[in-house]
């Protein structure tokens, strides 16, 4: 069972809005490039993480969900040239809730 997490602002204080926190990363075989993957998020991975929420976040009403956090975990286990356009397309799935 995960820990509780606490939702505040760096001053402490709650929030009004939700958080959309994306985490992406490459599994070690997921592609054909030589040499190992390091466990700690390389450039590539930040900077498709931060694309995923920079994607992501205007389509979502954060206003609706206060002191809320909404965490997307994209975990690429075969990387065959466009795993970043199936992550957004995943992830609007996911995402997708009925009004």
Not at 23 to 50: C, W
Not at 80 to 86: E, P
Request: with cysteine.
């Amino acid at each position: 069972m995960e820990p509780k997490r606490s939702v505040l602002t760096d001053a402490g204080a709650e929030q009004s809005r939700a958080q959309l926190q994306v985490y992406y990363k490459l599994a070690p075989f997921a592609s054909h490039q030589a040499g190992r993957v390091s466990y700690l998020p390389d450039e590539t991975e930040r900077r498709a993480a931060s694309f995923l929420q920079d994607t992501l976040a205007p389509s979502l009403r954060l206003d609706r969900l206060p002191k809320s956090r909404i965490e997307l975990h994209c975990l690429v286990l075969e990387d065959a040239g466009c795993c970043l356009a199936t992550a957004v397309n995943c992830a609007c799935l996911a995402l997708w809730m009925p009004a």
